[in-house]
């Protein structure tokens, strides 16, 4: 007898709600200007390669809800690379200048390398390589630091939450070893995938005591460490505000025993605040999406692995840009529907949680999007 699947595949995937974009009958030539209702530029698109991880991070893939059951998306669903960098063409025409590649965890997603190349060969209206990056968490990295860096990408960013091998075990939630992280950073580093950046998402009571540790060991590396606020993005983490360690209570933390000043942004729209060490060690960051909403600079637009563009981390609803590559769409009637998203966004999530009491949303009731499915 046959084994019977126990969840069955949805042949159009309808776990978020999304609608197809409309193709205008008039034609505008993009300009890389668009704006938002808020007059926020498009500069930045995160593009999640897949909604698969190797790892469990009880904030963002719960091994409860994601477990061997989980029906992640099946191959046919996938943007292929070509579909991936057509839409990226595109997006760069309306003023993107910077790509970075997400997930799930983006080096499970076979020949990522061939990708990065292509996306390597696009240039911005001006003539100018883009900004292309990478956000991991380091488990395959020393095996592919060197291929990604020959295929052309430029930094990358290693999510790192313990140095404590047993805290980091944890928290990964699959037993890894926090040792061959280590090493796929230090791998990184010599390649020259630099300035390397390492993301700590710090949760009270978890791994708060690890914000030293972490500290200690970053400084004088060139790496720069970034300390994120656990954030209550998606709906299966069980988010709670007391499990939020604010940033300022981790500058305080880590001034009191290593010296900071406060630096200015390196570009209009950053989300980490920066601070460097008065000794010389370097730099860090704090991210702080929680306590201090920065939704008023906020130029980045998600596109899910299965092609849906989503205008903010919280939304609820996506655009579904593959149906119009599958459709036979020209590029300029896709950058065409696209301009009227992007023009018409309202988007402003954590401005108005920051506004509610603290355990509330500011979509209730809605389904939200899952970190692992539209990439961070
Ligand atoms: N798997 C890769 C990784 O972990 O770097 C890329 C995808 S992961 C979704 C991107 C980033 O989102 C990671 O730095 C992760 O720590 C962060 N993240 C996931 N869930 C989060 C949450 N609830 N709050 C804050 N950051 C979160
Ligand atoms: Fe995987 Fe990254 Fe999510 Fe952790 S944060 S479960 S590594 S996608
Ligand atoms: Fe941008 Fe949405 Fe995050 Fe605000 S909540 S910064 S609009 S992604």
Redesign the pocket.
């Known amino acids: 007898m046959t084994d019977i699947p126990r969840k069955i595949i949805p042949l159009a995937d309808l776990r978020y709600a999304s609608r197809i974009p409309a193709v205008p009958d008039r034609l505008t030539t993009p300009n890389g200007l668009l704006g938002d209702t808020r007059g926020r530029p498009l500069r930045d698109l995160r593009i999640s390669v897949t909604d698969r991880c190797n790892f469990r991070c009880n904030y963002c893939m719960p091994s409860e809800i994601f477990d061997k059951d989980y029906a992640f998306l099946p191959q046919s669903s996938l943007l292929s690379f070509e579909e991936i960098t057509r839409l990226a063409s595109i997006f760069v025409a309306h003023g993107v200048e910077k790509i970075r590649l997400t997930g799930g965890e983006p080096l499970l997603r076979k020949n990522i390398e061939v990708l990065i190349g292509m996306l390597a060969r696009l240039q911005t209206p001006q003539g100018k390589p883009l900004d292309i990056t990478l956000t991991t968490n380091g488990s395959l990295l020393a095996r592919k630091a060197q291929s990604l860096k020959d295929a052309g990408l430029q930094r990358v960013t290693v999510s790192l939450d313990a140095l404590d091998d047993a805290i980091f075990r944890r928290m990964n939630d699959v037993d890894f070893p926090v040792a061959d992280v280590l090493r796929g950073i230090e791998v990184a580093q010599r390649v020259g995938l630099a300035p390397l950046k390492v993301n700590m998402v710090v949760k009270r009571g978890t791994n708060d005591g690890q914000i030293l540790p972490l500290a200690r060991h970053f400084r004088h590396s060139g790496a720069v460490l970034r300390f994120i606020e656990f954030m209550d993005v998606g709906a299966t983490n069980g988010w709670r505000m007391d499990e939020v360690m604010p940033s300022a209570q981790v500058v305080e933390r880590l001034h009191a025993q290593f010296p900071l000043s406060a630096i200015n942004p390196n570009y209009s729209g950053e989300t980490a605040e920066r601070w460097r060490y008065l000794d010389g060690g370097g730099e860090i960051g704090v991210i702080s ?1 929680v306590t201090q ?3 008023g600079a ?1 130029n ?1 637009a998600r596109l899910s692995t299965e092609g849906k563009l989503f205008l ?3 939304a609820t609803q996506g655009h579904d840009l593959r149906a119009l590559l599958r459709g036979n769409f020209a590029d300029d009637q896709i950058a065409a529907a696209i301009a009227p998203i992007w023009q018409a966004r309202t ?5 108005l949680r920051a506004a509610l009491p603290p355990e509330a949303s500011a979509a209730p009731g809605e389904k939200r999007i899952e970190m692992s499915y539209i990439g961070g």
Do not use: K
């Open positions: 999406s909403a920065f939704c906020c980045r903010c981390l919280f988007d402003r999530y954590s401005e």
